[in-house]
């Protein structure tokens, strides 16, 4: 006669009765609103790419569209060239659904000319400054490998940017005076003196000397900006935007005249850090090691 589980117990008592043990086997169970999270949790990834998506293109198109056009006209007209660059960026800017803020700690003169010198660590970098200066006729100073991006490279050399080849020194020497005929003529210049984006966990790269040699060669000031956020609302190597906010704090211009090349670059940097959010200070030891 087949045995039922707790029916008895061999070590007590004959025929003495056990507890009843009822084996249960488990398995998980998904109830219908765990279910109904995790489809509303697929879907609400699935929109969030396609949105991203959508923007790239977007973005796309308007870049497209005003570097070729811009391209045209700064054959004829550079300054009027940057007006429409000024348009593509607020654009791009709506696009992405950022907001730019702009903190300024003195007043500047638009038709004087600067040397504008950021911190870098997202593409977006450009937008928030064109958006930040807007009254400003700036030509940037920008690496010759942006120049084979099509339709935008052959637009950046139409428009009066200063193109360098860091690999080629006399052409970088040439490119830093195009830099100082421009600002002869009232435009200002926007450097970017790390020369590259820096990654997460690196607040600041090594400073390029070239834009402070410039500055020095012409006598006009150096502002420091930091531009603070944009590394959080698109970060290195991505390509999806959150929506957010770009603040850009606009420094006091810094005189050039009778100081030393050095000394500029600590106070570059010393801006930056003073203005960079508290988790990106880096250690004094590496700040001590930049004029070296």
């Given at each position: 006669m087949p045995s039922r589980v707790g029916a008895g117990d061999p070590s007590g008592p004959v025929g003495a009765a056990a507890p009843r043990v009822d084996l249960c086997v488990c398995a998980p169970v998904c109830s219908p609103g765990l279910r109904q999270l995790r489809f509303a949790a697929v879907g609400e990834r699935r929109a969030v790419i396609l949105v991203s998506i959508?923007?790239?293109?977007?973005?796309?198109?308007?870049?497209?569209?005003?570097?070729?056009?811009?391209?045209?006209?700064?054959?004829?007209?550079?300054?009027?060239?940057?007006?429409?660059?000024?348009?593509?960026?607020?654009?791009?800017?709506?696009?992405?659904?950022?907001?730019?803020r702009t903190r300024r700690l003195a007043p500047l003169d638009p038709k004087a000319p600067y040397v504008f010198m950021s911190n870098h660590r997202s593409q977006?970098?450009?937008l928030a400054v064109i958006v930040a200066l807007a009254e400003f006729?700036?030509?940037?100073?920008?690496?010759?490998?942006?120049?084979?991006?099509?339709?935008f490279g052959w637009a950046l050399r139409r428009t009066g940017h200063i193109i360098i080849?860091?690999?080629?020194t006399t052409q970088a020497v040439r490119s830093l005076r195009a830099a100082e005929l421009r600002m002869r003529d009232g435009i200002s210049v926007m450097i970017f003196p790390e020369g590259t984006r820096s990654t997460p966990?690196?607040?600041?790269?090594?400073?390029?000397?070239?834009?402070?040699?410039?500055?020095?060669?012409?006598?006009?000031?150096?502002?420091?900006m930091a531009v603070l956020h944009s590394?959080?609302?698109?970060?290195?190597?991505?390509?999806?935007?959150?929506?957010?906010?770009i603040e850009v704090v606009v420094g006091r211009p810094i005189p050039v005249a009778g100081v030393e090349r050095d000394e500029l670059i600590r106070r570059v940097r010393a801006f930056l850090l003073e203005h960079l959010p508290p988790g990106e200070i880096e250690t004094r030891r590496r700040v001590a090691q930049e004029a070296t």
């Open positions: 959508l923007k790239v293109v977007l973005v796309g198109l308007n870049t497209v569209v005003f570097a070729s056009t811009a391209g045209a006209v700064g054959l004829f007209d550079e300054r009027a060239a940057y007006r429409l660059c000024r348009l593509w960026a607020r654009i791009n800017v709506l696009i992405c659904g950022v907001r730019v977006l970098d450009v006729q700036l030509r940037w100073v920008a690496k010759v490998e942006l120049t084979r991006v099509p339709v080849d860091r690999s080629n966990g690196e607040t600041l790269l090594r400073f390029k000397k070239g834009g402070f040699m410039t500055a020095l060669g012409t006598g006009v000031p150096i502002v420091p590394d959080k609302v698109l970060p290195r190597g991505a390509w999806r935007v959150t929506p957010g906010e």
